[in-house]
């Protein structure tokens, strides 16, 4: 009897933890959609929440922005997203940070000339009470 009450324990324990892991894993796809959302239709407050003050944002030409930069780059128009799409999405969350990686896939319009862009993409978001923010962000070119 006291295995069957252990190992009922030890299920529930870890289903509990399962349950915690999908739940965080679901906030942090709903973050990431969101940032993409408003990197194509950039509204500054809401660039401003997503966003670490602490961000450090990477581009594949090795240029680095601080949160402000990020920010005012995309308000401004000077980086214009027409279409964003991700694909091959990976989420892995360790405690209050999380992981993200996907390929971009993008039109853009900068400095009103039309162009592409594809990119591998690693995402780190942190846990600040309740809200996902965008600690870091660091981007490659895809060769092929």
Request: with cysteine.
């Amino acid at each position: 009897m006291k295995k069957i009450t252990l190992l009922t324990i030890l299920f529930c324990l870890f289903a509990t933890v399962i349950m915690a892991q999908d739940k965080s894993v679901r906030q942090v796809e709903t973050v990431v959609e969101k940032l993409r959302l408003t990197m194509i239709d950039p509204d500054e407050s809401v660039l401003n929440k997503l966003a670490s003050d602490k961000l450090t944002y990477g581009h594949s030409s090795g240029k680095v922005e601080d949160k402000n930069a990020f920010v005012q780059t995309l308000v401004t128009g000077k980086s214009d997203f027409v279409s964003i799409s991700f694909t091959n999405q990976t989420i892995q969350v360790v405690g209050s940070t999380a992981i993200v990686r996907h390929r971009l896939d993008a039109a853009t319009n900068d400095g009103g000339k039309p162009g592409t862009v594809k990119l591998d993409i690693v995402l780190v978001w942190v846990k600040v009470k309740h809200n996902w923010q965008l600690l870091a962000r660091q981007a490659v070119k895809v060769l092929n």
